[in-house]
């Protein structure tokens, strides 16, 4: 019981800005960051603009989640990961929902930390392309209820058999999509965010294919005085993760562009970003250094693509994965670049 009410005080301070706040800055003392990143790549600006709101969500009852979810019934379970499982449910007013339950057999106060981190950084975001928080529940556990998206994951569509194959013209637009989310995690929030696990499989699609970044279990704030924040232990997805994340555990908005970098060649060939012992990255760079960017397409595409879309995008994860972070793009620069339609 004691355990229960320190989840439950432990919630009830997200509802609380200016105590997430204080929780913030008392967890990460100032420290003297590393001189800002530059960027000498010149890149035509197009005027691009970005829509938020302010987010609205609620506490749901557990009786309301229960009911949605027909018991959390196993028809219903739409994903698994290390701590969570996702279900699917129907609302009393018709609205789909995916309900994010943390799985009993994680007692590890680590991962209820990061449950409630997810809760308090996503409960504060509102853009078309990340993921909604509609609510909370605390009651038997801890839940997060978002917005169902009907069309699951980038990765499911891309990677799965049984998928039909995703057109040129949604690849283009997810990416395109992607980039804006990740453009507001960086610069459109009150306090930086570095979502870390950016991937195909954490970007989710809605019923017109609108891309929406989602599972923000590993997303760190970070101070506008802060160039870089330093993480130990390493955590993500292999495959996506920058060089000196991976070696050294230092993470900026650079983080973020590198693993974007990977998600586009993913978009564009169809490939995991790592296969049969090899990665996407070391499979693509020759192409990419021969300028043998067709190569590079899904031969599931059966040369059904834009040559152009095709060299804008080659072009972009280029400039995303390069090894060294000062060498990399802004998602600013990225967004406004001559690949982004204007809108």
Not at 4 to 24: A, E, G, M, T
Not at 285 to 292: A, I, M, N, S, V
Request: with cysteine; proline share 5%; aromatic share 10%.
């Amino acid at each position: 019981m004691h355990h229960l009410y320190l989840r439950k005080s432990s919630f009830k301070r997200f509802f609380s800005v200016s105590i997430l706040r204080r929780s913030f800055e008392e967890d990460n003392p100032k420290e003297n960051g590393a001189p800002e990143h530059e960027n000498n790549e010149i890149l035509e600006v197009l005027p691009v603009t970005e829509s938020s709101q302010k987010p609205n969500w609620k506490c749901f009852s557990y009786e309301e989640i229960f009911e949605a979810t027909n018991g959390f019934s196993t028809d219903n379970l739409v994903g698994k990961g290390g701590y969570a499982e996702v279900y699917r449910g129907i609302l009393k007013n018709g609205q789909s929902i995916a309900v994010k339950q943390l799985t009993k057999a994680s007692a590890d106060e680590r991962k209820e930390k990061e449950f409630l981190t997810e809760i308090g950084t996503i409960g504060h975001v509102c853009h078309p392309n990340v993921s909604s928080l509609l609510g909370c529940c605390i009651d038997n556990g801890l839940h997060l209820i978002l917005e169902f998206s009907s069309h699951g994951s980038v990765a499911s569509h891309l990677h799965d058999e049984n998928s039909p194959t995703i057109a040129w013209k949604i690849r283009c637009k997810v990416a395109i999509g992607t980039a804006r989310g990740l453009h507001y995690l960086h610069t459109g929030c009150q306090r930086r965010i570095i979502h870390r696990d950016i991937k195909a499989s954490n970007i989710l699609l809605t019923a017109d294919f609108e891309p929406q970044i989602s599972d923000f279990g590993l997303a760190k704030w970070l101070p506008s005085q802060w160039t870089h924040h330093s993480i130990l232990p390493i955590e993500g997805t292999f495959g996506y993760l920058a060089p000196e994340y991976f070696m050294n555990g230092i993470v900026d908005e650079k983080t973020d562009v590198f693993a974007f970098g990977v998600f586009l060649l993913e978009i564009i060939s169809g490939r995991k970003p790592v296969e049969s012992h090899q990665s996407l990255l070391s499979w693509a760079k020759p192409h990419l250094k021969e300028g043998e960017i067709e190569k590079l397409v899904d031969p599931k595409l059966r040369g059904n693509y834009d040559i152009t879309e095709l060299t804008r995008l080659a072009f972009t994860a280029s400039l995303c994965f390069r090894a060294s972070p000062t060498g990399r793009p802004t998602m600013s620069e990225i967004i406004f670049s001559t690949w982004v339609p204007s809108t």
